[in-house]
C-alpha cells in the first residue's frame, strides 16, 4: 500500500514525487519511460515572463526546479531589466541532458520512493474515493492518493502534415487508456493541441548571418539556496537571433492546404499564446518577418532549438521553410516540427487544492489541466503533492491566494475561468504583481514551505533574519542624507533623470523615488561596499512604497471574500432572484469560496449580493 502514487515523470510528476517522498510518504513513481524522465519535451529552458517568478516560488516552498536549473544552466538571463521592477524575470537556457539525468539522479535517491517503468490505464475508486492504480502490464497498486501528471500522453497523437502517430513526444508512446477510465469515474474529458519547433545541428548554421544574444555577466541564481559567490555555475555560451522573411511566408501560405491543423485534421485547439509559424503567418499577415531565437540544447551536443517555428507541416515544406531563413540556408535539420494533440480534463472540475471534486484522493497537475509550460506543471505537481501527502496525514490542504503569489493566480485561474485554449502565465494576469516579485518569493511563500515541512527551520529563519537586515538598510536609507553636487549628480543619473533642480541636501530615500535614479550609482557615489542583493530589493521597497501601500489595502479587501466559505450543500439552480447565466456557472464550477464565485466570468456584483444573502440566510438557519 502506498500514500501517494504519481503517473508520469515530467516537470508535474517530479516536484510531487518529491514533495510527498520528502513529507515522509511512502511514494510510488509511475512513468512509461525512466530514461525520459524530466525530458524538455519542447524549449530547452527553464524560466522567463512570469514563469521565472513561478520557479522562485517553488523554490520558496522547497520545490527542487530552482535548485537543478542552477546546476545545470548555460546561459542566465534576467529579462525585462529596461521596465519596472514588477516584471523582472529569470531565465535560463539548460543543459537538457544534464537538467535530465540530475533529476533523476536526485529522484533515485529519494528514500521514501519508488520509481517503476510502465503506463498507467486505470484508476480504481471505490465510493467516491480512490483506491488503487492498474497498469497496462496488469500490476495492481493500492494507495490513498493519486496524483495525475501526464503531459500530453493521454491519447497523445502527433502530426506532421499528412503522417500521424499514436505518441505523446516524438518516437515516445501513447496512453490511450487512462482518461477512457477517467471518463468512467465521471470527470469530463476534453482535447488540446500543441507543437514543437525543429531541431538543428549547429555545425551547419551560419552564424555571421545570425544576431549574437550574450548571457548576462552577473549570474541571478532562481534558488534562494545558491549562493551566487561560491556556486560553481556551468559553462556560460551565447543564444543567437535570425528572422522569417517573405520568401519563408510564401512558402507557408503555398503549403497551407497541408497544414493538419488548418485541414481540418487537427480537432484540439492550440494556443494562442505560442503559436505555430502557420497561425503567425495567417494570423499577423501585414507583418514583414518574425524573429526566432536559435538556442543551443547543451554543452556537449551540436543541436539547436528554433524557437518561434513550430509547425505541423509536412516534413518536405519544413526543410523549405528553414532554407529560406538567415543562416540556415544549408542547415541540417536533425527532428522535425510537429503538433501534438491530447486529452486533458478541464480544471473546473479541480478544487484549488487539485483535487478532483468528483474522486476523493485523485490530484491532477500540469498539461492533464490545461495548461502549458514546465515551470506552470512544475507548480502544480508540486502543490497537488503536498496536498496528496497533507491529505493522507489528515490536514487541511494549503491553498495560496492570488494575493500571495503566481502559484495562487493559476489555481485561481485554473478552477474558476476553466482553459478553453492551453492556459499560459503571464505577469498581466497578476492584479497584484507589484507586490508579488520575483526578488521577494521567499518572504511571501517560505511560510508554507516550512508548514508543509519541505522547507527546514534554519532556512526559514535565514530568510527572517536577510529581511530583517532589509528593513534595517531602509531605515537606514530613509534617514540618510546626501549632499547632491554637480559631480554627484554626474555619477548618480542620466539625461532623464529628474536630479537637475536639486540643490543641496536630500534623503536617499527620497532621492532614489525621482524619476531615472538608479540607487547602485548613488551607493556607489557614497559608500564602497554593499551587497546588490539587498540592495534591490530595498530599493524596489522604497520606489514603489506608495504603490505597494494601496495594493496592500486592496489584498485585505479581497482577503475578506476569499475567507468567506459557500456552504457544499447550496443549491445554485434553486436561487430563482439570481440571473440564469450565474446560477448554471456556479452550479458547474462550485466554487470554495465567495471570492471565487466574484471571479468567475458570467457572474456579477449584484448575483453576488444575492449569494451573500442566501449564505446567511443557510448560517441562520444552521444555528436555530
Not at 498507467?120 to 501528471?149: P, Q, S
Not at 541564481?221 to 543567437?240: A, D, E, G, V, Y
Not at 551536443?301 to 523549405?320: A, D, K
Not at 533642480?501 to 527620497?510: D, F, H, R, S, V
Request: proline share 3%.
Amino acid at each position: 500500500m502506498f500514500d501517494v502514487v504519481v503517473i508520469g515523470a515530467g516537470h508535474a510528476g517530479i516536484e510531487a514525487s518529491l514533495a510527498a517522498c520528502r513529507m515522509g510518504m511512502n511514494t510510488l513513481l509511475i512513468t512509461g519511460n525512466i530514461d525520459t524522465i524530466a525530458q524538455m519535451s519542447c524549449n530547452p529552458a527553464i524560466g522567463g515572463l512570469a514563469k521565472g517568478h513561478l520557479v522562485r516560488e517553488i523554490d520558496a516552498l522547497g520545490g527542487q526546479m530552482g535548485r537543478t536549473i542552477d546546476d545545470t544552466g548555460i546561459h542566465f538571463k534576467m529579462l525585462n531589466r529596461s521596465k519596472g521592477a514588477a516584471v523582472w524575470a529569470p531565465r535560463a537556457q539548460a543543459d537538457k541532458k544534464m537538467y535530465q539525468l540530475k533529476m533523476k539522479e536526485i529522484l533515485e535517491k529519494e528514500k521514501n520512493l519508488s520509481i517503476i517503468q510502465d503506463v498507467v490505464k486505470k484508476i480504481e475508486a471505490e465510493n467516491g474515493d480512490v483506491t488503487a492504480v492498474i497498469t497496462e502490464r496488469d500490476m495492481r497498486h493500492e494507495t490513498k492518493t493519486v496524483v495525475i501528471c501526464t503531459g500530453t500522453f493521454l491519447k497523445g497523437l502527433i502530426h506532421i502534415g499528412a503522417y500521424q502517430q499514436k505518441s505523446g513526444r516524438l518516437a515516445d508512446f501513447s496512453s490511450e487508456y487512462l482518461s477512457d477510465s477517467l471518463r468512467e469515474l465521471g470527470l469530463d474529458v476534453k482535447r488540446l493541441k500543441t507543437g514543437t519547433p525543429q531541431r538543428l545541428n549547429g555545425d551547419t548554421i551560419d552564424f555571421s548571418k545570425c544576431e549574437m544574444q550574450k548571457p548576462d555577466e552577473r549570474i541571478e541564481p532562481f534558488s534562494f539556496l545558491t549562493n551566487r559567490n561560491t556556486h560553481t555555475f556551468m559553462k556560460q555560451i551565447p543564444c543567437w537571433i535570425t528572422y522569417t522573411n517573405q520568401r519563408t511566408h510564401e512558402i507557408i501560405r503555398n503549403n497551407m492546404h497541408r497544414s493538419p491543423l488548418y485541414s481540418g485534421v487537427i480537432k484540439g485547439v492550440g494556443p494562442r499564446y505560442c503559436p505555430s509559424i502557420e497561425d503567425k503567418v495567417k494570423r499577423f499577415a501585414e507583418k514583414e518577418r518574425h524573429q526566432l531565437f536559435l538556442e543551443p540544447e547543451g554543452l556537449n551536443t551540436n543541436e539547436y532549438y528554433i524557437n518561434g517555428f513550430s509547425s505541423s507541416l509536412p516534413e518536405e515544406v519544413q526543410l523549405e521553410m528553414v532554407h529560406s531563413i538567415a543562416g540556415l540556408e544549408n542547415v541540417h535539420v536533425m527532428r522535425p516540427a510537429y503538433a501534438v494533440e491530447y486529452d486533458f480534463v478541464p480544471p473546473t472540475q479541480l478544487k484549488s487544492s487539485y483535487e478532483t471534486k468528483t474522486v476523493r484522493g485523485l490530484f491532477h497537475a500540469g498539461q492533464i489541466n490545461g495548461t502549458s509550460g514546465y515551470e506552470e506543471a512544475a507548480a502544480q505537481g508540486l502543490m497537488a503533492g503536498i496536498n496528496a501527502a497533507r491529505k493522507v496525514q489528515g490536514k487541511d490542504p494549503i491553498i495560496i491566494q492570488r494575493s500571495e503569489g503566481y502559484m495562487g493566480v493559476l489555481s485561481d485561474d485554473l478552477v474558476t475561468k476553466g482553459a478553453e485554449e492551453p492556459y499560459r502565465m503571464f505577469t498581466s494576469r497578476a492584479e497584484h504583481r507589484l507586490v508579488l516579485r520575483q526578488d521577494n518569493a521567499d518572504l511571501r511563500l517560505m511560510k508554507y514551505g516550512l508548514e508543509a515541512g519541505l522547507v527546514s527551520r534554519d532556512r526559514f529563519e535565514m530568510m527572517e533574519e536577510k529581511y530583517r537586515h532589509i528593513d534595517q538598510y531602509i531605515g537606514e536609507l530613509k534617514s540618510r542624507s546626501i549632499v547632491v553636487t554637480d559631480e554627484v549628480k554626474k555619477a548618480i543619473g542620466n539625461d532623464d533623470a529628474d536630479i537637475h533642480n536639486i540643490k543641496g541636501k536630500i534623503t536617499i530615500e527620497k532621492l532614489i523615488k525621482r524619476q531615472g535614479v538608479d540607487l547602485k550609482k548613488v551607493m556607489q557615489a557614497v559608500e564602497g561596499d554593499f551587497d546588490e542583493d539587498l540592495l534591490s530589493i530595498a530599493e524596489m521597497e522604497i520606489k514603489y512604497e506608495g504603490y505597494i501601500r494601496k495594493d496592500n489595502e486592496r489584498i485585505e479587501r479581497v482577503k475578506r471574500m476569499d475567507e468567506k466559505v459557500i456552504p457544499d450543500t447550496i443549491d445554485y439552480l434553486s436561487i430563482s432572484a439570481m440571473k440564469r447565466e450565474a446560477r448554471e456557472k456556479l452550479f458547474k464550477i462550485r466554487p470554495q469560496t465567495v471570492g471565487q464565485a466574484m471571479r468567475i466570468s458570467g457572474v456579477d456584483p449584484a448575483d453576488i449580493s444575492i449569494l451573500l444573502v442566501h449564505i446567511e440566510s443557510i448560517r441562520r438557519n444552521t444555528e436555530k
